[in-house]
């Protein structure tokens, strides 16, 4: 190999850390594996039930019109969540809220807020901050190739400053309302220290996307992040079938996404918010058992010839980036266990080529500049049998083709 940027001690640290009886992160009053499976749950037993119900009401009925508007008003005035029964499934549902509520405990927030998507949650945060004049956002690349043309684009009247970490305190100006950072990066994995960002950051909020650690690797609130967006479709949900975004937050930013996600309308649809309660009962399991099979996978690829460089964060977790010494293209091509597909944290391992598809609508040399080579892969591991998973790729690794 020409290069390896693969940290074997912080490897073995995190599957030491993750096969022990110790947890990584823990909750405040209760272990992090107990709050994936009972937060938002507490009330059920009373109500006579084992399972959460979904709630599918887009309305419900309210024979006090006085009472339902004093409730409507109040919404409109600070975004609190009404009290009493819901009023429209376009400011809230209940079972969207049992997601919420469970989120927020395993993040370390008062709050969480969920969307229709990763995007819409992003987009949520930043019309925040532009109605209150505060559309300048510093940003460390890279972030996720959407995220990063969202903001590059000012489709939403936003202004972007990208700079190293090193750079964000010199970059804020006074319009600057949001720092946005992702650790481990999507598709590096490059890692950053998150109390220094914060800390780089004064008053202004910091939002780090926490998609590919989870809460079970890493809490960003607990190093100073106000905000901690995550694609929920990725590890949160775990099965690759539903799509979802959340924002975990102190109350008082929460108020004001919800009143955007009211007036434009990026609900999470009741049964996503049921697969997402669902899937959180599994995530430390997951994560802890995709995560073994990625530490172990990384170091055989740090020891093969034909991979040029390997990287896997100290942190730990089920994904790897790996770049290689002839065409990535053969190596989606050879796959078949794995399935060479966008998106990533399903139970089912799935690589793709980010310079191809993730962050193909970043412009070139920006992509090339924050470390996305055209031969860079990555890999997101899954619960399948390593020795099945390393098998598929050395095959792949081979492949010339189909000849």
């Given at each position: 190999m020409d290069s390896v940027v693969y940290d074997t001690q912080g490897a073995q640290d995190a599957q030491d850390d993750l096969s022990g009886s110790g947890q990584v992160i823990t909750a405040p009053t209760r272990a992090l594996a107990t709050e994936a499976v009972h937060a938002g749950r507490e009330d059920l037993a009373a109500l006579g039930l084992h399972a959460a119900p979904i709630d599918l009401s887009t309305t419900y009925p309210s024979y006090d019109s006085r009472g339902e508007a004093a409730r409507i008003d109040a919404f409109a005035a600070d975004g609190a969540e009404p009290e009493g029964p819901p009023v429209y499934a376009r400011l809230g549902n209940p079972t969207v809220a049992r997601f919420e509520t469970a989120l927020a405990r395993l993040e370390g927030t008062q709050s969480a807020v969920a969307f229709a998507s990763g995007m819409a949650a992003l987009s949520a945060v930043l019309l925040v901050r532009n109605a209150m004049g505060l559309r300048h956002v510093v940003a460390v690349r890279p972030l996720y190739g959407c995220?990063?043309?969202?903001?590059?684009?000012?489709?939403?009247?936003?202004?972007?400053?990208?700079?190293?970490?090193?750079?964000?305190?010199?970059?804020?100006?006074?319009d600057t309302g949001l720092v946005m950072v992702e650790s481990p990066a999507n598709p590096t994995l490059a890692e950053l220290d998150l109390r220094a960002v914060a800390h780089s950051c004064g008053s202004v909020p910091l939002l780090a996307d926490n998609t590919f650690a989870t809460p079970v690797l890493q809490r960003p609130a607990e190093h100073g992040a106000r905000l901690v967006l995550h694609s929920a479709t990725k590890y949160l949900g775990g099965h690759g079938d539903v799509m979802a975004g959340v924002v975990a937050c102190d109350e008082e930013f929460a108020r004001k996404l919800r009143q955007v996600r009211f007036a434009t309308g990026g609900v999470l649809h009741p049964l996503a918010g049921y697969l997402l309660l669902r899937g959180l009962s599994t995530l430390p399991v997951r994560v802890r058992a995709a995560s073994s099979?990625?530490?172990?996978?990384?170091?055989?690829?740090?020891?093969?010839?034909?991979?040029?460089?390997?990287?896997?964060?100290?942190?730990?977790?089920a994904m790897i980036a790996f770049e290689v010494h002839g065409d990535p293209h053969?190596?989606?091509?050879?796959?078949?266990?794995?399935?060479?597909?966008?998106?990533?944290?399903?139970?089912?391992?799935?690589?793709?080529?980010?310079?191809?598809?993730?962050?193909?609508?970043?412009?070139?040399?920006?992509?090339?500049?924050?470390?996305?080579?055209?031969?860079?892969l990555r890999l997101s591991v899954g619960l399948e049998d390593v020795d099945d998973l390393w098998s598929d790729l050395d095959t792949a690794l081979g492949f010339h083709g189909g000849e």
């Open positions: 995220s990063d043309h969202l903001l590059t684009a000012g489709l939403l009247g936003s202004e972007v400053t990208w700079v190293d970490p090193a750079g964000i305190a010199d970059a804020l100006r006074p099979n990625a530490a172990e996978l990384a170091r055989r690829l740090a020891d093969d010839p034909r991979v040029a460089r390997v990287h896997y964060p100290r942190i730990g977790g053969d190596v989606i091509a050879g796959v078949r266990l794995i399935t060479p597909a966008v998106s990533l944290g399903s139970v089912d391992s799935l690589i793709q080529h980010p310079a191809s598809i993730s962050h193909r609508i970043v412009p070139t040399a920006d992509r090339q500049d924050a470390g996305v080579s055209d031969r860079l």
